[in-house]
Structures are given as structure tokens and as C-alpha cells.
């Protein structure tokens, strides 16, 4: 069964950064495609950014809102993805979660970690 | 970027009694939609890909439909447990994701 445990949320300043992780179980990252999406509280899912597996060239894409702030990278050693998140604004607040990407959907989630940006 | 729009944003309903939500795509995205549900507290969970093929262990009285732009998530016969908020989301635009807005399955 695979697993997906996100962590290292918790409350930043707006202009700080943050670096969340995604520990797999159950599968190999380095040939996953994952991705990162966010949820502010009592809104809808918006899609952050994915990391294509180490096969498909481990390329990334970011969605507009994120694009230069965000960084997604692996460490196939440690089975974990990461999203780095630097500039942070208040609206980057909320749960963000891990997800594996298979027959392009989002098959698999994490159970999510919460990121508040506020001074 | 592509936009999704759902309908109705929420609904009332009582067990038993069959539900549509509708998707729909501001260009053709074939059949690349996918559908999921998301219980309060709770990370969303995937239903339906590929706009009609239905997850694993998902029971069968979900189903979707639809190709083009416009979709379709029908519940034969809602549930206790289905009561719910349910996205779709296009997976045509091989750069970026987009979801739709969701909508709330609520008790009537």
C-alpha cells in the first residue's frame, strides 16, 4: 500500500520561507511524477506544482501563483519529495498536501500539513 | 490556463435519491477529467479518471461521464457516506492542473 506522510508546516512571517517534506512508503519516488496541492481553509483545491520522475527527465511546472516562489526536488535516497516555498505571501496559507500522480490523476494522498503565513 | 466551472456549487438531498454535479471546461480537454471526493477534515480521495473510469474500490453507483467540455459525476443512489464535497479537475494541459470549484452534497 502506498503511503504519504507530508510535514514541516507550521507559522511564518510573510516574506519568510518554509520547506515542507513528503516521505513515500509503498513505492520508489525517483520514477514517480508528484504533486503538491493546496487547500486555503473553507476553499477549494488548487493545484501547486508537480516533479516529473527521474525517467521523464525530473523536470518540474508550477502553477502561475507560485511560479519563481516555489521549488519542488527529491532525494530518492530518502524516498521524499519537498516543496521549498520562499517569499511567502498571506495567501499561501493553508493545508497543503503530497500526491502521486498515476494515469494523470492524483491517486494518492497525503494526509496534509498546514501552513499559516502571518506576521 | 484552462478554467473549470461546476454546478450547482452546492446541493440538498436526501439518501436514496439520485445526484448530477456537472463540469464544465472553458476549452476541450478530451477525456482528460478526473473526479474526487472530500470529506470535511479529510484529503480529497479520487473517484473517477479519465472522466469515466472508476477508481478501485469505489463503489458503483458512481459514475461519470462526458468528453469535450462537458462532464458529468452521477451518484445512482446517495448514501450516508456521500455526503461530501466533490471536485473535478483536468489533466489535458500537460503543464498545469486546474480544478473546479467544488460541490457541497449536503443533507436534506
Known amino acids: 500500500e502506498v503511503q504519504l506522510v507530508e510535514s514541516g508546516g507550521g507559522l511564518v512571517k510573510p516574506g519568510g520561507s518554509l520547506r515542507l517534506s513528503c516521505a513515500a512508503s509503498g513505492i520508489s519516488l525517483s520514477d514517480a511524477w508528484m504533486s503538491w496541492v493546496r487547500q486555503a481553509q473553507g476553499r477549494g483545491l488548487e493545484w501547486v506544482g508537480r516533479i516529473r520522475g527521474k525517467t521523464d527527465g525530473g523536470t518540474t511546472d508550477y502553477a502561475a501563483p507560485v511560479n519563481g516562489r516555489f521549488t519542488i526536488s527529491r532525494d530518492d535516497s530518502k524516498d521524499t519529495v519537498y516543496l521549498q516555498m520562499n517569499s511567502l505571501k498571506t495567501e499561501d496559507t493553508g493545508v497543503y498536501y503530497c500526491s502521486w500522480e498515476l494515469r494523470s490523476a492524483l491517486d494518492v494522498w497525503g494526509q496534509g500539513t498546514m501552513v499559516t503565513v502571518s506576521s | 490556463d484552462i478554467q473549470m466551472t461546476q454546478s450547482p456549487s452546492s446541493l440538498s438531498a436526501s439518501v436514496g435519491d439520485r445526484v448530477t ?32 473510469t472508476l477508481q478501485s474500490g469505489v463503489p ?25 464535497t466533490y471536485y473535478c479537475q483536468q489533466s489535458y494541459s500537460t503543464l498545469t492542473w486546474t480544478f473546479g470549484q467544488g460541490t457541497k452534497v449536503e443533507i436534506k
Open chain 2, 21 to 52: 454535479i456537472t463540469c464544465r471546461a472553458s476549452q476541450s480537454i478530451s477525456s482528460s477529467l478526473n473526479w474526487y471526493q472530500q470529506k470535511p477534515g479529510k484529503a480529497p480521495k479520487l473517484l473517477i479518471y479519465a472522466a469515466s
Open chain 2, 60 to 84: 458503483s453507483r458512481f459514475s461519470g461521464s462526458g468528453s469535450g467540455t462537458d462532464f458529468t459525476l452521477t451518484i445512482s443512489s446517495l448514501q450516508p457516506e456521500d455526503f461530501a
